[in-house]
C-alpha cells in the first residue's frame, strides 16, 4: 500500500508508542491525587506541557489539552463570541475546516454576526480584504493557518495585526502546520491557536488549544480543576505524552522533511506533465509541503480515488472530513476552480515515510487512469 493522505491522518511515531506505553500499562495513576504512585503521570503531564509550549515558543501554562482540533477550534470561536456578552462580530474565512465553519454557524443561530471572507485564485486570505470588512465591532478574527485541501499558507502575522489594530481577538486554526511549519505565537502575535496531534504522527483524540497569557477567557467544560480550571475531566496522561514526543520530533525535523518532500511533490507534478494530462495544480507557491491538489479536466475526483484505491494508492478527493458528502468542496468552489476541472479533483497529502517510488507509481497509475 502507498499511503499518501497524511493530511487526513498520519501513523503513529514509534517513539512516541514508546513513551505512551508506560502510562497505558503500569503508571496508570489519576494525575491529580497527591499519592506518590500519581507522581509520575504529574510529572509526564508537565513536562509534556513544557516540551509542546517550547515547540511553539509559548509558556507551558498557555497550552490545554483537548481532544484534537475540532474541540479546540469550537472552545474558541463559541467562547470568544460569548464572553463578553456582546453582539461583536466573528469574522472567518470561506475556506476553513468545517470545525470552523460550523462553530460559526452554531454562534450565528445564537444571534451572533459572523462575516465568511473570500480568498484570491490561491486560496489566500488578502490582508486588505480583512482590513476593509474589520470594524471596531469585531470580536474575533479566525484565519487557519494551512488549509487542509490545497495547502494555502495564510498570511496569519498581518492578519493578526489588523485584527489587534481594530480592537479584536485572533484564532488560528493551525491543525495542519503545527508540526510542519515553523510557529512561533509570540514572534506571529495570536491569542489561540489550535493544534490536533493525529496530524504530526502523534496519537488520535488529543490535541491543544494555545491562549496566551492574559486573554480572559471562559472554561470549556466546567467540573474538576484540571487544566487550570479551564478543561475539566481526568487527563488522557499517555496520549498526552504521545502528542510531546511526536510534536518535538517532526519540529525537529521540518527543514530535512521539507526539503525531502518539495523535491517529492516537484518529480510528482513533472511526470504529470510530461504525458501530457490536462490538470490544475491548486493553491498558493506558500504550501504545507507535500499538499499536492490536482484539479483533472474533464475526470472525476470519486472514479480517481477508487481506481488509485484497487491499485493499492491512498489519496483524497477533498477533505477527509468531507470525504461522506458528495458536494463539490466549499474550498474549490472559493477559489473558483473552472466548472470543467472541479468534479476531477483529488489531493494528494505526501509524508516523511513515502518515498520517490512511491510518488512515481501514483504518477504512472495516475497517467494510465486518466489516458484511459
Ligand atoms: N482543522 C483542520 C484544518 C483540519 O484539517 C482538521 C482535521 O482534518 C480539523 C480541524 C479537525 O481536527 P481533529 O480531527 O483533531 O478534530
Redesign the pocket.
Known amino acids: 500500500m502507498i499511503y499518501a493522505d497524511h ?3 498520519t501513523k503513529l511515531d514509534s517513539f512516541a508508542f514508546e513513551a505512551m506505553k508506560p502510562f497505558l500499562l503500569n503508571e496508570y495513576g489519576n494525575a491529580s491525587q497527591l499519592y506518590s504512585f500519581s507522581r509520575s503521570a504529574k510529572k509526564a503531564l508537565r513536562q509534556s506541557r513544557e516540551r509542546i509550549a517550547t515547540c511553539i515558543n509559548a509558556n507551558p501554562e498557555e497550552i490545554y489539552f483537548t ?7 469550537n472552545w474558541a470561536i463559541k467562547s470568544s463570541a460569548l464572553v463578553y456578552g456582546d453582539l461583536r462580530a466573528t469574522i472567518t474565512s470561506q475556506i ?5 465553519l460550523n462553530a460559526c454557524a452554531s454562534v450565528e443561530k445564537m444571534g451572533f454576526p459572523v462575516v465568511y471572507l473570500p480568498v484570491d485564485s490561491d486560496g489566500v486570505v488578502q490582508p486588505t480584504v480583512l482590513k476593509d470588512v474589520i470594524t471596531p465591532n469585531t470580536k474575533l478574527v479566525s484565519i ?5 485541501e490545497i495547502g494555502s499558507v495564510q498570511p496569519i502575522k498581518e492578519l493578526c495585526t489588523i485584527a489587534h489594530k481594530n480592537g479584536a481577538l485572533f484564532h488560528t ?4 502546520a503545527v508540526g510542519h511549519l515553523a510557529i512561533d505565537v509570540k514572534a506571529l502575535g495570536v491569542d489561540m491557536l ?1 493544534a ?4 504530526f504522527n502523534g496519537p ?4 491543544f488549544l494555545y491562549i496566551k497569557h492574559g486573554i480572559n477567557f471562559p472554561p470549556l467544560l466546567d467540573g474538576g480543576s484540571q487544566e487550570f480550571g479551564m478543561r475539566a475531566g481526568t487527563e488522557n496522561v499517555a496520549s498526552i505524552v504521545g502528542m510531546a514526543v511526536a510534536l518535538e520530533n517532526s519540529c525537529n525535523h521540518i527543514l530535512k522533511s521539507t526539503e525531502k518532500l518539495q523535491r517529492l511533490e516537484k518529480c510528482l507534478v513533472n511526470e504529470l506533465k510530461a504525458a501530457n494530462l490536462d490538470f490544475i495544480l491548486n493553491g498558493s507557491r506558500l504550501r504545507t509541503p507535500g499538499n499536492i491538489s490536482l484539479s483533472f479536466k474533464n475526470a472525476s475526483g470519486e472514479m480517481l480515488l477508487h481506481r488509485l484505491d484497487l491499485m493499492g494508492i491512498c489519496v483524497s478527493t477533498g ?3 468531507d470525504s461522506t458528502t458528495t458536494q463539490v468542496s466549499h474550498v474549490l468552489q472559493a477559489i473558483k476552480v473552472p466548472a470543467e476541472y472541479i468534479q476531477g479533483t483529488i489531493r494528494i497529502t505526501l509524508g516523511f515515510e513515502n518515498t520517490e517510488e512511491d510518488v512515481l507509481k501514483i504518477a504512472k497509475s495516475l497517467i494510465k487512469i486518466l489516458q484511459k
Do not use: L, P, R
Open positions: 493530511a487526513a491522518t481532544s484534537g482540533g475540532t474541540e479546540s477550534d476553513e475546516h468545517h470545525a470552523v487557519m493557518f494551512a488549509n487542509n486554526d493551525a491543525v495542519q489550535s490536533s496531534a493525529h496530524k488520535k483524540g488529543i490535541g477533505s477527509a472530513c
